[in-house]
């Protein structure tokens, strides 16, 4: 299934267990890029049922389950391969170094890359002003948010607070897997009086007994429903057992620990 984003339109492709990657088509000018590849014969066989080339790929982070088509990929199309500068020897193939603040056009769109620590040090997410899109990789989960393999919570705290002031409340948001039924089942359990989230719990098991997707979301839904963007609400902190005045870093790095040993 495809979505158009303005001039962007966006193919995802399910690969893994539960990775999505996206396959993205400039119409008007003719450009393709792909995000996070995790494997390369899904990208080849979807790009070669819609007749498409491959112009770059752009990697959010080096996780295997992010850049393991890169190489084959990038030998079949010779596309070029953006991803984190510091990330250089850890990510496939790079080609274009990113760090926060860089930017890049794709088509006639310009993109622009955050710098998102925290579930790796190097992590970095695509924003796309234009078409009101943004791929945070592992960082943000529709729900949830990435686990903290390489970063401290005070960076993962750091990077979802500028996810949240930098995409306006209507951007939609893509991120890499499918974790959404267990994210939801533990969201309940430490904001147990919201309203929106008991709403969406609801919609998010309807789609899922269905095996439908619940990628893309939006920053409006997670600022309204995920556990990890409201570490500042007064009811989920009394949710969790912890003072109302408590430092919104400190309620994060709870949540955290809690939704681990979910
Ligand atoms: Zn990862």
Redesign the pocket.
Known sequence: MARTHGDVVVHTVPALSDNYIFILEHQKRNQVAVIDPSESKPVVDRLEDLGLSLDCILN????Y??TDGNLALKDRYDCKVFGFSGDSSRIPGITHHLSEGSEFHFGDELVEVLETPG??TG?ISFYFPRSKIAFV??TLFVMGC??L?EGSPQQMHASLQKLATTLPADTTVYC??EYTMSNAKFAITVDSGNQALADRFREIESLRSQKLKTVPTTMEAELKTNPFLRCGDGDLKRCIGMAGDAEEVEVFRRVRQLKDNF
């Open positions: 959010t982070h080096h996780h389950d992010h579930h790796t992590h990789g592992d990435g686990r393999f890499a897997h």
